[in-house]
């Protein structure tokens, strides 16, 4: 069976009671994280110049808009809240297939449980848990042996598209055929490149909003019965020949589906900013407690890591040693050590306009110096990092990172996930009440047990 079709009949045939209680777990938490990263994402740029545009076009009023007041139709809505959700660059990680699942999962989710009414919380948790294992396999496949931040694409946009129609697809009820439908419908659409990144454009922030909008529209295209491409995997013109020259691992793209789960290395970030910095960041606040947390003592920053984060987060490396913007800021190793290394600690504030202009920091920032270190290359998941700093007595500080905080090997508890949460929320300047969130979390935390999501919806709204 060709896969797209496999991915069709397992979405429609998989019940909640089929989850593994650590899927069940995990989608969890990456639903309160994601609320939570979502409210902060408001009143930043590139999103809120997109709610006021979609606010002015307006349309029925079937799915809330996170922290804004604002309801609109099922596919705005999923655009929006995406959009809020990545802006920071704070959501959910698979760091093998290098993308961000929860975006375009529980975004599209939630506009469709509002949208229809009385999904109930298992629906919901199934929806985006199959979603969630569908497009880390759909990463993991892609271009066996080469890191996908070599390849161009920018992967959360690219399959987001499908995943994000699949995940519609499963809430609206489709059958086997027109779910495959769906996923042929946002096939037509797929597209997401890393430009954005080298160029600091806030492109970057929108590309899961619009694979989310994409797939809710072709889910509710195929549920009134518009086809799409069948065989859109692997067919002759198929993505993975379209899009990567039949370069794919079939194993890792359909094998053990239903006992497999990708979902269990998903990984929840502690810092706002690129993964691939976490490791740098991590050796940095060690060395900052090995300092007295005393930086002015630092003359000399080298950093090594493998080719591919070094390609992404150091060059071009005057944009990343003086960011010209916050995206920049996002996406720039340099950054995120220096700020870990001054400061012993690291928020939002510190990726912002204001940030991006401390000269203090931008000083300790052009004292780093980065290299490659093939011995440190990782052609799938995160390299490993060594900062070493040399102080003005000539002694030198070493430390290596290997499995950053908020890893599958290191993961996140529920109460760090719940202050995260917190945090989230009064940076956004009681856009949600305290009360509201409180509510939320319990709300989150026995989410089976929910009857209606619209109730956690509505303390958002």
């Known amino acids: 069976m060709e896969a797209t ?27 309160l994280d994601l609320l939570g990263v979502a409210v902060s994402g408001i009143g930043q740029p590139g999103a809120k110049e997109l709610v ?14 996170i922290g804004c007041g604002l309801r609109l139709p099922a596919a705005d809505a999923a655009q929006l809240n995406a959009t809020l959700a990545h802006t920071r660059d704070y959501d959910d990680v698979h760091e093998s ?21 009385g999904c109930s919380g298992r629906e919901l948790i199934a929806a985006v848990a199959l979603g969630t294992d569908l497009i880390c ?10 890191s996908p931040l070599q390849t161009g694409w920018h992967f959360t946009s690219l399959y987001g598209y499908p995943t994000a129609a699949l995940t519609a697809a499963r809430l609206l009820g489709l059958d086997e055929a027109r779910t495959l439908n769906a996923f042929g419908i946002a096939y037509h659409q797929c597209s ?30 195929a549920q009134r019965g518009i086809t799409g491409a069948r065989e859109s995997l692997e067919g002759r013109q198929g993505l993975f020949q379209v899009y990567h020259h039949g370069e794919f691992d079939r194993d890792e793209l359909v094998g053990g589906l239903g006992t497999r789960w990708e979902n269990l ?26 300092l007295g947390g005393d930086a002015s003592r630092v003359r000399g920053i080298a950093l090594a890591t493998g080719a591919a984060n070094h390609r992404l987060l150091c060059t071009p490396h005057e944009a990343k040693v003086r960011p010209r913007n916050p995206v920049d800021a996002q996406f720039s190793i340099p950054w995120g050590l220096v700020i870990a290394l001054r400061k012993g600690r690291v928020t939002m504030a510190d990726f912002g306009p204001d940030a991006v202009a401390d000269e203090a920091t931008l000083a300790l920032a052009a004292c780093v110096r980065t290299q490659v270190d093939e011995a440190l290359n990782s052609p799938r998941g995160i390299e490993a990092v ?76």
């Open 5 to 31: 079709a496999e991915f069709a009949r397992h979405l429609v045939r998989t019940r909640y009671d089929d989850l593994p209680p650590e899927v069940v777990e995990i989608t969890k938490q990456q639903v």
């Open 386 to 461: 060594r900062v070493t700093v040399t102080l003005d007595d000539g002694t030198e500080l070493s430390e290596i990172v290997r499995d950053p905080t908020g890893s599958p090997g290191q993961p996140l508890s529920w109460s760090q996930i719940v202050e995260k949460f917190d945090d989230c929320l009064d940076g956004a300047g009681g856009a949600v009440p305290a009360s509201r969130a409180r509510h939320a979390v319990e709300l989150v935390r026995d989410l089976e047990r929910l009857t209606d999501v619209r109730e956690l919806i509505a303390l958002f709204a």
């Open 265 to 290: 290395r998903v990984s929840l970030k502690p810092y706002p900013c690129c993964r691939g910095i976490h490791p740098t960041i991590d050796a940095a606040l060690a060395l900052h407690r090995r």
């Open 97 to 117: 297939a290098v993308m961000h699942p929860g975006v375009v999962t529980i975004m599209p989710a939630l506009a469709i449980a509002e949208r229809i009414g």
């Open 192 to 221: 997401g490149n890393g430009q954005a990144v080298t160029d600091g454009a806030l492109t970057k922030r929108l590309g899961p909003g619009m694979a989310s909008r994409g797939g809710v529209m072709a889910a509710l295209m």
């Open 52 to 65: 006021a545009l979609l606010a002015e076009s307006g349309g029925r009023p079937e799915s809330t808009v």
């Open 137 to 146: 396999r759909l990463g993991l496949a892609t271009r066996p042996g080469v």
